[in-house]
């Protein structure tokens, strides 16, 4: 398996442009994560989904950022309009379940916004 | 509040030797607790899964240890090697909601 996939790799954009970040889930998983990680705060979770339902979305820092699951295998995070304070690596993992199964992380999204 | 502590924030040794990195947390109701390796640039690598019945887990040359009681957890590197040169990361996990509380990680530096 090719484990979990993310797209962009890098991607740098201007203040207020929406963003979209991309992630195909491990074969069979069933959960997925979205996490952002910076120097300062380090790794945090945004949001996860189980089945494809989001599960929490408390991590979500604000109205601007949103996450779908559009099948089981594949999703988006989205950021509209994008700010400078977004500036980070966004990662996702995949799990076969939720609760104490290990999840598998993809290589990352770096986003800079200008 | 839950949090999760950990220790030292950063630290160097030789390689072939022996190293603990600590974790404290106060979450509750705990479920899991997890130790990441990252290496720079790259995604969080699970090293392992503990639950409140397990006091010990060990994959390879990595030794985790949990004490539920004390609400400490220790990753234990036997014969480092310079491919150990990383960040790890403690999360923990609570029951019922899965929030997931994450540590601020050890940076450990391997030297030849």
């Known amino acids: 398996d090719a484990g979990v996939i993310q797209s962009p790799r890098h991607e740098v954009t201007e203040m207020g442009q929406e963003v979209t970040l991309r992630c195909k889930l491990i074969s069979g998983h069933n959960s997925l994560f979205w996490y952002r990680q910076t120097m300062m705060r380090g790794l945090e979770l945004l949001i996860y989904?189980?089945?494809?339902?989001?599960?929490?979305d408390s991590g979500m820092p604000e109205d601007r950022f949103s996450a779908k699951m559009p099948n089981a295998s594949f999703s988006t995070l989205k950021i509209q309009p994008s700010e400078p304070r977004d500036s980070a690596v966004y990662f996702c993992?995949?799990?076969?379940?939720?609760?104490?199964?290990?999840?598998?992380f993809g290589p990352g999204t770096r986003l800079t916004v200008l | 509040k839950n949090q999760v502590e950990q220790s030292p924030q950063s630290l160097i040794i030789l390689e072939g030797k022996n190293c603990t990195l600590q974790?404290?947390?106060?979450?509750?109701?705990?479920?899991?607790l997890r130790w990441y390796k990252q290496d720079t640039g790259r995604g969080p690598v699970s090293l392992t899964i503990?639950?409140?019945?397990?006091n010990t887990k060990s994959n390879g040359r990595y030794t985790a240890t949990l004490d539920a009681d004390t609400k400490q957890s220790s990753l234990h590197i036997t014969a480092s090697q310079l491919s150990d040169s990383a960040s790890y990361i403690c999360?923990?996990?609570?029951?019922?909601?899965?929030?997931?509380?994450f540590g601020t990680g050890t940076r450990l530096k391997v030297l030849a």
């Open positions: 993992a995949s799990s076969l379940v939720v609760s104490t199964d290990t999840q598998y």
């Open positions: 989904f189980n089945n494809n339902v989001p599960i929490d």
């Open positions: 503990m639950t409140f019945s397990e």
């Open positions: 974790c404290n947390y106060t979450v509750s109701p705990f479920s899991n």
């Open positions: 999360v923990v996990s609570s029951s019922g909601t899965y929030k997931y509380i």
